[in-house]
T-cell receptor
Framework: QQQVKQSPQSLIVQKGGISIINCAYENTAFDYFPWYQQFPGKGPALLIAIRPDVSEKKEGRFTISFNKSAKQFSLHIMDSQPGDSATYFCAASMNRSFQKLVFGTGTRLLVSP | SAVISQKPSRDICQRGTSLTIQCQVDSQVTMMFWYRQQPGQSLTLIATANQGSEATYESGFVIDKFPISRPNLTFSTLTVSNMSPEDSSIYLC???????????????FGPGTRLTVL
């Protein structure tokens, strides 16, 4: 019940296209859903995060869509660029008591020029 | 956010030895975390290290293997003891800070320590 399932495992998108990464969770006590971006040889960087009382959050080209009833959330990268090529991790936690982050398995995104 | 540094950035060690990884933060933080990321894999929490209390270890991780110190609000160490090739991973520290806009605490990661055990 602590798992966060992430798909796809890898994704190839053409420059200018939309990248979509999906995550699903079981634990309804989760109330904080961040996305991290990790480049090779670097630590994960917090990209964007959402709370379950909001259905969508947009920051620049990055959008989180959240479906509480389906227990799913997704990351959309609009106008994908080669510089977006990285591994993306979704995560979840019971943030009010600052419980640990449970990470998805990661999606390796390659944006072709 | 916070500026987090780790030392060493990478190391190659012999089986049976121990390595201590340092994590330094540029501001005082209560919550620090240590994660392991095996090659090409996701992140797994090893332990939570809050200043002033004993570290709390996750299932599958024990203090004898991964002793942690947290002497003050800006520094922590993780030791990987009696290493074997299976300990070859990236070890990451992270800190919890009040979020900038979401109203929740957010977690920020250091650059990681890449450990290879021969």
């Amino acid at each position: 019940q602590q798992q966060v399932k992430q798909s796809p495992q890898s994704l190839i998108v053409q420059k200018g296209g939309i990248s979509i990464i999906n995550c699903a969770y079981e634990n309804t006590a989760f109330d904080y859903f961040p996305w991290y971006q990790q480049f090779p040889g670097k630590g994960p960087a917090l990209l964007i995060a959402i709370r379950p009382d909001v259905s969508e959050k947009k920051e620049g080209r990055f959008t989180i869509s959240f479906n509480k009833s389906a227990k799913q959330f997704s990351l959309h990268i609009m106008d994908s660029q080669p510089g977006d090529s990285a591994t993306y991790f979704c995560a979840a936690s019971m943030n009010r008591s600052f419980q640990k982050l449970v990470f998805g398995t990661g999606t390796r995104l390659l944006v072709s020029p | 956010s916070a500026v987090i540094s780790q030392k060493p950035s990478r190391d190659i060690c012999q089986r049976g030895t121990s390595l201590t990884i340092q994590c330094q933060v540029d501001s005082q933080v209560t919550m620090m975390f240590w994660y392991r990321q095996q090659p090409g894999q996701s992140l797994t929490l090893i332990a939570t290290a809050n200043q002033g209390s004993e570290a709390t270890y996750e299932s599958g991780f024990v203090i004898d293997k991964f002793p942690i110190s947290r002497p003050n609000l800006t520094f922590s160490t993780l030791t990987v003891s009696n290493m074997s090739p299976e300990d070859s991973s990236i070890y990451l520290c992270s800190v919890g800070l009040p979020g900038s806009g979401i109203g929740y605490n957010e977690q920020f990661f250091g650059p990681g320590t890449r450990l290879t055990v021969l």
